[in-house]
């Protein structure tokens, strides 16, 4: 800390002026600001409205003539009555002080209001314009009001006088169960009690312990428009617009008019009405039901009595129904008759031509005839047996013949001769000794067994320099090959029997 100068040391160079360092004039002039101003009311324009990141706020406050830089610390910014915007006339209050390091004064603000109704008229339309552009007024938003809703909840004070007058009002038209959720209609915490109750009625689940209202009513009673103007406040119309509970306001009196009455789905000119436009008269639908059923039941005895008087009138335009059934019985009477005789017309033509059937037919013939025919079926049956058996046999040297001349064509005759089938690695059979290579692994096929061989060189060896193979024995011999012997020709098939018959 600087020791303050001694104003009773001789002056320097003669001269009778004290003498200060920087520091100590700058501190001088603090002590003297904050002595003299430390608490002021200063009313004025908001110009460069600055919120930095640290919290802090910063702004000028102007007039005609003159501006004075202002400072809002973080702690004290979020307990202000109103957020401050360029081109709010305000009156802030707090105390005038110095910032040395740039030899400027400021007011260091710790409370704010708006300066008179004209500036609050101001914030108010403009607050207006900007929920509305977001589409929180809309009439699409709009909720329907339940006709009987079950449980309605209140938010207002618990001491005022609008709760009461909306259950005295209630108790009147239709007692319902109401559900108080109290809070501060006017003051700096107005708005966010106001807000979190509207959120928590929503939040309620509709079978928990505590019934979900199926109608809210926000409410209190009038007075002048700062002490309204908890319910112009930004977080109170986002809840009310956010509300899925349909929502009435009943806000001041009929002339007052808020910016929630815009958010909500019905506007209320008073407490006393909202209950109104809430429940119907439990009078009036008892009476109304009434009159309704009286009206029904004499709607039906019209109808019934006007359908009576139609149906006797068509009635005498119908013949008799008993002269009807006499023709229709007489008809029917003789078709019965009819049929009755021609079922026994057709049994006596039925049984006469059974009769000439019968006479003409020969017992004695017949019995030839069918002693005839199993003779034949007997010589048949003998016959079949011999003819089945030279079938077979003759069907047993075809099928002879054709394995003998299959025989004759198999490699494996060629392999008695003393020739080999080669294979190679895959199991082909290797026709050209240009499709192996030397290394490739070959299968040796004789008549009597396999032998494995590896190929040495490929490609054509004059037949006097052939070496043998590996693993492989070839018969030797100087002779040529024999030739297999001419397969012999299938027997004729023997000329059939022509003392055969046939048998079908």
């Known amino acids: 800390m600087t020791t303050p100068p001694n104003i ?7 001269s009778n002026l004290p003498e200060y360092t920087v520091a100590e004039i700058s501190g001088a002039l603090k002590r003297t600001l904050e002595s003299e101003y430390g608490h002021v009311r200063v009313r004025g324009e908001i110009s460069g409205f ?8 910063y702004m000028s406050l102007k007039d005609e003539s003159a501006v004075l830089d202002s400072v809002c610390w973080r702690g004290t910014a979020g307990r202000l009555a109103i957020a401050p915007e360029d081109g709010l006339e305000v009156i802030a209050t707090g105390r005038i002080t110095t910032y040395g390091a740039r030899s400027k004064y400021q007011l260091v603000i710790e409370a704010m209001e708006v300066a008179g109704e004209g500036a609050l008229l101001k914030l108010l339309e403009d607050r207006r314009r900007m929920l509305a552009a977001e589409g929180l007024f809309d009439d699409d938003r709009k909720q329907a009001i339940p006709f009987l809703p079950a449980v309605i909840g209140v938010v207002t004070s618990p001491t005022g006088a609008v709760i009461r007058d909306i259950l005295h009002r209630l108790a009147d038209r239709f007692p319902r169960h109401v559900l108080l959720w109290p809070v501060a209609v006017q003051g700096d915490a107005a708005a966010s009690q106001v807000a979190a109750a509207i959120e928590g009625f929503n939040a309620l689940a509709p079978d928990g312990p505590v019934p979900r209202p199926d109608l809210l009513i926000v409410g209190r009673g009038g007075g ?3 002490d309204l103007w908890a319910f112009n406040e930004e977080i109170v119309v986002r809840a009310a617009a956010a509300s899925r509970i349909p929502l009435i306001s009943a806000v001041g009196h009929e002339t007052d008019t808020t910016l929630i009455d815009f958010a909500s789905d019905r506007r209320a000119p008073t407490p006393t009405a909202a209950a109104e436009m809430a429940v119907p008269v439990r009078t009036e639908l008892i009476a109304q039901m009434l009159d309704d059923a009286r009206r029904l039941v004499a709607a039906m005895g019209r109808g019934l009595e006007d359908r009576r008087v139609r149906l006797e009138g068509l009635a005498r335009g119908l013949p008799e129904p008993v002269r009807l059934l006499e023709a229709a019985s007489q008809r029917l009477d003789d078709w019965t008759e009819r049929l009755r005789n021609g079922a026994q017309n057709l049994i006596a033509g039925r049984r006469a ?7 003409g037919l020969r017992p004695t013939a017949l019995a030839g005839e069918i002693a005839g025919a199993g003779e034949r079926v007997k010589g048949l049956g003998e016959r079949l047996g011999p003819a089945t058996a030279r079938l077979l046999e003759r069907r047993a040297e075809r099928l002879e013949g054709l394995h003998l001349r299959l025989q004759s064509v198999s ?20 026709v050209s000794a240009a499709a192996l290579a030397a290394g490739d692994n070959i299968a040796l ?7 494995r061989a590896t190929v040495e060189n490929t490609g054509a060896v004059p037949a006097r320099k052939a070496r043998p193979v590996k693993s ?8 040529k090959p024999k030739l297999d012997p001419k397969p012999k020709a299938a027997p004729k098939p023997k000329k059939p029997d022509e003392r055969q018959g046939k048998l079908l």
């Open 8 to 14: 009773d040391a001789p002056p320097a160079g003669g």
């Open 50 to 57: 600055k919120r930095h990141t640290s919290g802090h706020l």
């Open 224 to 226: 002048s428009l700062e």
């Open 353 to 359: 031509a059974l009769d000439r059937l019968t006479a």
């Open 411 to 430: 490699y494996e005759r060629v392999l008695d001769r003393g020739f080999v089938l080669v294979r190679d690695a895959r199991d082909e059979p290797v």
């Open 445 to 451: 096929r004789f008549k009597d067994g396999e032998a």
């Open 472 to 479: 492989a024995t070839e018969p030797k011999s100087d002779s």
